[in-house]
């Protein structure tokens, strides 16, 4: 919730000051005052970004979390993330993606309608080939029969 509002205070000297203000969220849900304009929203593009990009994005960061120390095994991300152990395994999989193939996946174009051209069921069999350059072609194919080339 963010409005503007003329805010005037009259000094001990008869002065009136008188500045633009706006209300902001805060920590824990929390309004905080602002000096100045409301700041115009960042215009958001059209679509959705794919499932797998987020999933993508996900298994990079549960990676950094267990490689932190945060968390201990694919086991405690399941507790955490209220899923089952099989499927952080199948998120976490992605991680097995040569890098290059990841940053594209990360950098999918939006979906403006229908389904998500590209699953993660789909790269399922990509991320089992350990061969990087088998990898590669694998996803050349699959971009290919998606129409993403």
Same mark, same amino acid.
């Given at each position: 919730m963010s409005s503007d509002f003329?805010?005037?205070?009259?000094?001990s000297h008869g002065f009136t000051v008188e500045c633009k203000v706006h209300f902001r969220k805060g920590r824990c849900g929390r309004k905080r005052l602002r000096r100045g304009e409301r700041p115009r929203p960042r215009p958001v593009p059209p679509g959705t970004i794919p499932r797998v990009s987020r999933l993508m994005a996900l298994a990079i960061r549960f990676q950094r979390l267990i490689d932190e120390g945060a968390v201990q095994d694919y086991a405690d991300l399941a507790r955490l993330g209220q899923v089952t152990r099989a499927r952080v395994t199948q998120i976490m999989n992605? %991680?097995?993606?040569?890098?290059?193939?990841q940053?594209? %996946?990360l950098f999918l174009p939006r979906t403006l309608k229908g389904h998500d051209p590209i699953t993660e069921r789909k790269l399922r069999s990509i991320t089992a080939e350990p061969d990087w350059e088998k990898q590669r072609r694998m996803w050349r194919s699959l971009k290919e029969t998606e129409h993403l080339t």
């Open positions: 003329a805010l005037r205070e009259q000094n992605l %991680i097995h993606l040569a890098p290059d193939i940053e594209e %996946i």
